[in-house]
């Protein structure tokens, strides 16, 4: 494994235990039959019953059980073996019938070799991928002819801003950086007060780079769609609605970006 991406996953796996305590990732209402998928996600995807659904990125598997409960016949993929290891055990644990697959991204198509009717991925899942458009052609080649793809996302232009301004927005780095970014060691983003010991490295993304990937890898874009919610808190100002999503006063920017891209049949 690239050793940026090695970096990384020794990130992802100290984090398992955190994200599984944190109060955001709501493991406990999940465990009570709560679906933790947002409605953005629900009615752009759409009806899942009886379909196969990949879930590329999927943590330790929350989203991807949501999906089955929801009717699907799901598989999820993440490169940390702590996570993978977490959602089979939820899986078990809650009786969601759920396959789980433990691989970097860009060894996926050597470990999964069939198709499906939708893939998924979402939230903070682009800024760990150096080759956007080797993860635009794995994407598409697991999606069965006629089958979707389908992403939500942090929008691009939330990379650019400081994140740690407690007052407003204010600009950190050009839109179109295309160096990778060294992160440091410092506290998790879903537990303020857990510091984790591994820095990351990641990568900026634009929303021509991610659109232009997808098609360039044979998929037709069926919808781009900017939202002013975002499924967290990323800057300290934002308020949160009876609707679990946060925004920032007047919606300055968009906060995130989904993607609906058909493979044609």
Same mark, same amino acid.
């Given at each position: !494994?690239?050793?940026?991406?090695?970096?990384?996953?020794?990130?992802w796996n100290?984090?398992?235990?955190?994200? !599984?305590?944190?109060?955001?990732?709501?493991l406990d =209402?999940?465990?009570?039959?709560?679906?933790?998928?947002?409605?953005? *996600?629900?009615? *752009?995807?759409?009806?899942?019953?009886?379909?196969?659904?990949?879930?590329? +990125?999927?943590?330790?598997? !929350?989203?991807?059980?949501?999906?089955?409960?929801? =009717?699907?016949?799901?598989?999820?993929?993440?490169?940390?073996? +702590?996570?993978?290891?977490?959602?089979?055990?939820?899986?078990?644990?809650?009786? $969601?019938?759920?396959? &789980?697959?433990?691989?970097?991204?860009?060894?996926?198509?050597?470990?999964?070799?069939? +198709?499906?009717? $939708?893939?998924?991925?979402?939230? %903070?899942?682009?800024?760990?991928?150096?080759?956007?458009?080797?993860?635009?052609?794995?994407?598409?080649?697991?999606?069965?002819?006629?089958?979707?793809?389908?992403?939500?996302?942090?929008?691009?232009?939330?990379?650019?801003?400081?994140?740690?301004?407690?007052?407003?927005?204010?600009?950190?780095?050009?839109?179109?950086?295309?160096?990778?970014?060294? &992160?440091?060691? %410092?506290?998790?983003?879903?537990?303020?007060?857990?510091?984790?010991?591994?820095?990351?490295?990641?990568?900026?993304? @634009? @929303?021509?780079?991610?659109?232009?990937?997808?098609?360039?890898?044979?998929?037709?874009?069926e919808f781009?769609?900017?939202?002013?919610?975002?499924? %967290?808190?990323?800057?300290?100002?934002? *308020?949160?609605?009876?609707?679990?999503?946060?925004?920032?006063?007047?919606?300055?920017?968009?906060?995130?970006?989904? $993607?609906?891209?058909?493979?044609?049949?």
């Amino acid at each position: !494994m690239d050793e940026r991406l090695k970096t990384n996953l020794d990130l992802w796996n100290e984090g398992v235990g955190v994200h !599984m305590r944190a109060p955001s990732y709501n493991l406990d =209402g999940f465990r009570r039959g709560e679906n933790v998928l947002f409605p953005l *996600e629900l009615a *752009e995807v759409g009806d899942v019953r009886g379909k196969s659904l990949l879930h590329l +990125q999927c943590h330790f598997g !929350m989203d991807t059980m949501s999906w089955a409960r929801l =009717g699907a016949s799901v598989t999820g993929l993440d490169f940390s073996d +702590q996570a993978i290891e977490a959602a089979r055990k939820l899986s078990a644990e809650l009786k $969601i019938p759920a396959a &789980f697959v433990c691989s970097d991204i860009y060894a996926a198509p050597s470990v999964l070799k069939h +198709q499906f009717d $939708i893939v998924f991925t979402s939230y %903070g899942a682009l800024c760990w991928l150096p080759d956007l458009k080797r993860w635009a052609q794995i994407a598409a080649r697991f999606v069965k002819p006629g089958g979707i793809f389908y992403i939500s996302e942090f929008h691009p232009l939330t990379q650019c801003y400081d994140t740690e301004n407690p007052v407003e927005l204010k600009s950190r780095i050009s839109y179109f950086e295309t160096a990778q970014q060294n &992160f440091s060691p %410092g506290p998790d983003y879903s537990d303020r007060s857990a510091m984790l010991s591994h820095g990351s490295h990641e990568w900026m993304y @634009t @929303t021509a780079g991610v659109v232009t990937a997808l098609i360039d890898a044979g998929l037709r874009i069926e919808f781009v769609h900017e939202h002013p919610v975002c499924c %967290g808190p990323i800057f300290p100002f934002m *308020e949160q609605s009876a609707d679990r999503w946060w925004r920032i006063k007047g919606d300055p920017i968009p906060l995130t970006l989904s $993607i609906r891209a058909r493979k044609p049949a």
